[in-house]
């Protein structure tokens, strides 16, 4: 069964600062690798996906890069700010019928 | 339609009581599934279809949880004698294909009284 592991749990920042979240998964055979964030209440949105033949996705602020063979992945978030603040989720997409979440990273971007 | 579209938003019922849950896919994405999050946990796989194959239902905790999807799109979660532990946010997810990532609806909070 694929586990699926984010570190730090919970993160706060000052507002301007880069900052990275991290994402383990122990079973490398991959389709790809997903950010979610999710606010207080809400769904999930997704911020990037990653393929298992790619290395990286960009979007604006955000990078994700994907190492597949160490089973790791990074969220790298340039510039915080507070709209920023929310939960970050990474999925895993493998081998059965569904996708692993991670237990999420809980982000607050101080003024 | 644009998004992933899941009713009622909220429903409060009383233990005991049968609900259903509705999901309203993306218009030809093939995939759906059905996921849990409960207070302070992480997110419960429920339920997998894709398209008119057998859905995989290895994660209904109980068999008061039951699923259909009608013509390969709505999907409709039943949960019959609900308990106070059926408590949660229940999500739906679609996807054009597996392993084509997935979009999230808002997810349904029900409480149970």
């Known amino acids: 069964k694929q586990e699926v592991t984010q570190i730090p749990a919970a993160l706060s920042v000052p507002e301007g600062e880069n900052l990275v979240l991290n994402c383990s998964f122990t079973d490398s055979a991959i389709y790809n690798l997903q950010w979610f964030r999710q606010d207080p209440g809400k769904g999930l949105t997704s911020l990037l996906l990653?393929?298992?033949?790619?290395r990286e996705q960009t979007s604006g602020r955000l990078n994700a890069s994907l190492d597949k063979s160490s089973g790791r992945s990074t969220l790298y978030i340039a510039a915080s700010q507070p709209g920023d603040s929310a939960t970050y989720l990474c999925a895993v997409d493998g081998s059965g019928n569904q996708f692993y979440f991670g237990t999420g990273t809980s982000l607050t971007v101080i003024p | 339609g644009a998004g992933v579209s899941q009713s009622p938003s909220n429903k409060v019922t009383e233990k005991g009581k049968d609900v259903e849950l509705r999901c309203d896919p993306i218009?030809?994405?093939?995939?759906l599934y059905w996921y849990r999050q409960s207070l302070g946990q992480g997110l419960e796989f429920l339920i997998y279809f894709q398209g008119n194959s057998a859905p995989d239902k290895s994660g209904l905790p109980s068999d008061r949880f039951s699923a259909e999807r009608t013509g390969g799109s709505v999907s409709t979660l039943t949960i019959q004698r609900t308990q106070q532990e059926d408590s949660a946010v229940y999500l739906c997810?679609?996807?054009?294909?597996?392993?084509?990532?997935?979009?999230f609806g808002s997810g349904t909070r029900l409480t149970v009284v």
């Open positions: 997810a679609s996807s054009r294909d597996r392993g084509r990532g997935y979009t």
């Open positions: 990653i393929q298992s033949s790619q």
């Open positions: 218009s030809g994405h093939t995939a």
